[in-house]
């Protein structure tokens, strides 16, 4: 495996989902692997799962791991190519990706969608520089559009708590006040097609996908409608995709409470985390015995383990 950056880098679901289970249940049987290797990650953007899970999963696997936080004490790096850089950005993404290279054999990324220019978002322009300059192994800690070490933790965790072999699975847009990326959604929805579950995808109008990851699947615009008989509510704020990077909606009644969670099949409540409680969801919701945001996030360890074993046993 030498990037990942979406589902389809897996070898497929199954095979993803029999090595998660491995490292889950021996999570030091292949400290040999890392042995004298180093991940460097590097943060564009704030974390804190995706910080310390990743560090947990690369220190399991017996590597060395060092982070750097972009915006704190590192040089400001300049993205685009063929600027005059005469303005706050004294290196460029062109040195700047090698040189970190030359410390490391395996680099992880985060690099959120800047919302400004819908184009270069979707063309992951940042993420796909890392991929062509490095010439080490190149993880996604979060892209523009996608998040895939978190799909793979949230397939993990719905297979974990599953109770019939194909659960209705309901993705569930929320409010916030503050404009968010579609990332972990379009993942999640990228995810969850290319498993047999039953999936609804509701939001209110507006807040369409973007079609390379609805393919098919129509939202449903009624939230009350599409919780019917759920067995998984993942509720997730994100800004619009068609009027780009807007926020259309503030509409306190798709906070997720009891007054949904009571129509679905006694469903348990998945959110990726960090979550605004009583804007995404009630706190008794989240205080509840369904809701497993805690399980859901302990399972990041478990898919950078996954990804990172592959990793290693690519590099040998
Ligand atoms: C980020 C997002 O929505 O993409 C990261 C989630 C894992 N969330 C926030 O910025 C609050
Ligand atoms: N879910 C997730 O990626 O959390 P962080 O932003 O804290 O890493």
């Known amino acids: 495996m030498k990037k990942y950056t979406s589902v389809h880098d897996l070898p497929s679901i199954k095979e993803g989902l029999k090595i998660a289970f491995d490292v889950k249940a021996n999570p030091f049987a292949h400290q040999h692997l890392g042995k004298n290797k180093t991940m460097i990650l590097l943060f564009l953007n704030s974390s804190l799962r995706t910080r310390l899970s990743t560090q947990k999963a690369a220190m399991n696997l017996g590597m060395n791991t060092m982070v750097l936080d972009v915006n704190q004490g590192a040089w400001k790096l300049e993205t685009e190519h063929g600027v005059i850089m005469d303005g706050d950005k ?16 395996i680099i992880g990324v985060r690099a959120f969608a800047l919302l400004e220019n819908r184009e270069e ?59 968010l990326p579609q990332a972990v959604a379009n993942s999640f929805v990228e995810w969850m097609r290319e498993t047999d579950y039953e999936l609804v995808v509701t ?11 609805m393919g098919n699947l129509k939202p449903e615009y009624d939230q009350m ?44 409540f998945m959110h990726c985390l960090p979550v605004r409680r009583n804007m995404i969801v ?14 859901q996030a302990a399972n990041r360890t478990v898919s950078a383990q996954a990804v990172l074993k592959m990793m290693l046993e690519s590099l040998k």
């Open 225 to 268: 409608k599409a919780f019917e008989g759920a067995d998984f509510i993942y509720a997730k704020n994100w800004s619009a995709y068609g009027d780009y990077g807007k926020i259309l909606s503030k509409d306190m009644d798709w906070c997720v409470s009891k007054r949904q969670m009571d129509v679905t099949n006694n469903a348990k």
């Open 121 to 179: 978002d979707y063309n992951e322009v940042i993420i796909n520089q890392f991929i062509k300059y490095a010439g080490v192994p190149v993880v996604s800690m979060e892209a523009a559009t996608r998040h895939p070490l978190q799909s793979f933790a949230d397939l993990v965790t719905i297979e974990e708590y599953k109770k019939t072999p194909k659960p209705k699975v309901v993705l569930t847009w929320a409010p916030h006040p503050r404009a």
């Open 203 to 213: 939001h209110p109008k507006g807040y369409e996908l973007a079609p390379e990851f």
């Open 90 to 105: 004294p290196e460029h993404l062109l040195e700047a990706i090698p040189v970190i290279a030359s410390y490391c054999d």
């Open 282 to 295: 009630s706190d008794d919701v989240i205080e509840s015995e369904n809701s497993i945001v805690i399980q």
